[in-house]
């Protein structure tokens, strides 16, 4: 049995909002019987369900995941229209997103236009095709419509409870600097909860990186919907309202301003209101001079109710959980470029071999070994140890200091010179933020100091993952276990000696000769500037491959990949050597014959 066809009356309506019957046949819009509405869409409830379905579909997977249901007949109380738009029961909220939403939901450049109803989406995307300008208009299926039950969770007295929040469709888009408008119906600037409901919205999508702006549709009778609007004034009605559409920071002032006013002239408001909306919008006003006269009326209004401190500290605490959630969604957008950056692992070792050969008077085959032992710093948790490093030489003035702080600082995974850390600070920084540390003037670990007891803990447990070194902390002295598990480097005159020259590699380095040799700049200006691109390929390197090595490090059999390392040897080169195998069987190659002159020497 077919489709059932839209009638004469529903295609002249949707004729009147100019969307025609190939997008409607598209959307899989039908018109349904009462029966067929309960029976094929799950539709309960009292009175007649005849009307016309709009079903919603999940873009990514072209299943259907709900429907709203438009009834010709809805119920009426007190003379207005009640449950005029119904989904079934126990359905969860959806976005509505038309055909040829998925291939934009990625595309940043491309404008995502949020509207209420179906129709207005519908509308929206035809325009769009006519003015052949590529936008996304999107339907939340009420002004509240884009929030819902999440999931379940605990409450205080241990019952389970619905989570509500933002709808994990929102999810599926990328927001990060696209342009969007917030396109409610016209009751959005009289309607206090659509108001509010747009707000939290606008809200909700500036923290995911958004650039939000909010437009009013004008107060023309006959006109409830942005498809109302383009049905009474045609296309260039849309075209304007999205031109005008005034940025959120601009309504913010707006909404603060109306919310203090509220209170002002409201004793309801003030008595028995949700004071955390009106922190809220407060909240929104970035201009701090415009922001504190707001707090100082909105204070004056409550009274004694909430004292200015009060409303102040929760206004900023909110602005800071926003300023957190931006930069956490900023952070994951710059972490998908990464992803998808294409590197290659042969070239990607080339690059930074170059960048130490170029800058720094080298033994032969020191430049791979840094550059594979700068890379594992950035994936160093795959493995189970991690290989220390040792520039030694027997005289001063041999380019330790500048390979260590300058080179090896300008391309590992968060430098961390020792010289600027105090004793209490290492075991909590290295704790927190794993970081390279790079110790220059290393002869003080043969000292009796309470720095050179710090960094010999460090240096001994640090080897394997999982070591921690135990200290002692406030004025009960309770003991705490800091994990010091990380890549290390150390310069010396006359190198390292006892436990932890075992687990370093060592590059032994000599005074350049004065003829002959030419190489490029070490100040700190043209290093930091060389290292900017190779540090985002050597970061997009760690997120496509961790997982890589990780495996192939797990996989490995018991007697080892390379069965001529062993041992101690073995906890030191292989990590290096599965970066190198990742590069190509060249890279391995040459690996291998320098973990050969190694253990010759």
Known sequence: MGRPSLTDADLAM??????????????????????????????????????????????????????????????????????????????????????????????????????????????????????????????????????????????????????KGPLPDLDLIAWQDRDVVILFDSNATTNFAVRR???????????????????????????????????????????????????????????????????????????????????????????????????GRAARAFGRLLPKGVIRNAVEELRQKRSHACEKVAEESRRSSLRKLKVVPMELVTEVETFFTERAYLPAGAGLVLALWSMNTWTFESFDTVPFLSLESAVPACGKSTVLERLLGAVCVRPQMTANM?????????????????????????????????????????????????????DEHEVRWFDVFCPQAYAAIGGLSGPLLDRAIVIHMERAPRKGNHRKSTKLKAVTQAAAPLREKLEAYSLQVADVLAELYDSAPDEGCWPGIRDREAELWEPLLFHARLAGPNTEARLLAEVSRFSSQ
Not at 123 to 129: R, S
Not at 442 to 451: M, P, V
């Open 422 to 474: 105090t004793e209490a600070t290492f075991f909590r920084i290295i704790d927190k933020l794993r970081p390279t540390l790079l110790v220059d003037e290393a002869e003080l670990l043969e000292g009796r100091s309470e720095k050179a007891d710090s960094l010999r803990a460090i240096a001994h447990a640090g080897y394997k993952k999982g070591g921690k070194v135990p200290r002692c902390e406030g």
């Open 14 to 163: 949707f004729q009147r909002l100019k969307i025609p019957p190939e997008l409607l046949e598209a959307a899989q819009v039908e018109r349904v019987t009462d029966r067929e509405a309960r029976d094929r869409y799950g539709i309960i409830g009292q009175g007649d369900m005849t009307g016309i379905a709009f079903p919603y579909f999940d873009p990514t997977t072209r299943y259907r995941t709900t429907a709203r249901l438009r009834r010709d007949h809805p119920d009426f109380e007190q003379g207005k229209p009640e449950k005029k738009y119904i989904s079934a029961y126990g359905d969860k909220k959806h976005l509505y997103f038309p055909p040829g939403a998925p291939e934009l939901l990625a595309e940043s450049r491309v404008s995502v236009i949020i509207v209420e109803a179906e129709k207005s989406v519908l509308a929206g995307m035809a325009w769009a095709q006519r003015a052949n300008r590529p936008t996304l208009f999107i339907g939340t299926g009420g002004c509240w419509g884009w929030r819902g039950r999440t999931g379940k969770a605990e409450s205080a007295n241990g019952n389970r409870v619905d989570q």
């Open 197 to 295: 409901a747009r707000f939290e919205l606008a809200q909700e999508l500036m923290s995911r990186g958004a650039k939000v702006r909010l437009g009013d549709l004008p107060a023309i009778d006959k006109v409830n919907g942005p498809d109302d609007l383009l049905a009474e004034c045609g296309d260039w009605s849309i075209s304007s309202l999205l031109e005008i559409a005034g940025p959120f920071a601009q309504v913010a002032v707006a909404e603060a301003e109306a919310a203090v006013i509220e209170l002002e002239t409201n004793t309801e408001a003030r008595l028995h209101g949700d004071p955390k909306q009106t922190f809220v919008v407060l909240a929104a006003v970035d201009d701090l001079e415009q922001r504190e006269l707001l707090i």
